[in-house]
């Protein structure tokens, strides 16, 4: 993947991020939840 300045991708990761802030500003207690579920999911996966 190129992750230059001014490229489509940079473009994408920052456009992603900022409502990646958004909705953990205003999703926080569902963002956490997924997060936890997430955590516990790959560590059942690594445990298997």
Do not use: C, K, Q
């Not at 190129?2 to 999703?27: E, K, Q, R, S």
């Amino acid at each position: 993947m190129d992750l230059l300045p001014g490229g489509y991708n940079f473009i994408h990761a920052v456009f992603w991020t900022v409502v990646g802030l958004v909705a953990i500003g205003t999703n926080a207690v569902a963002i956490i939840l997924v997060t936890g579920l997430s955590l516990l999911f790959l560590e059942s996966i690594g445990r298997g």
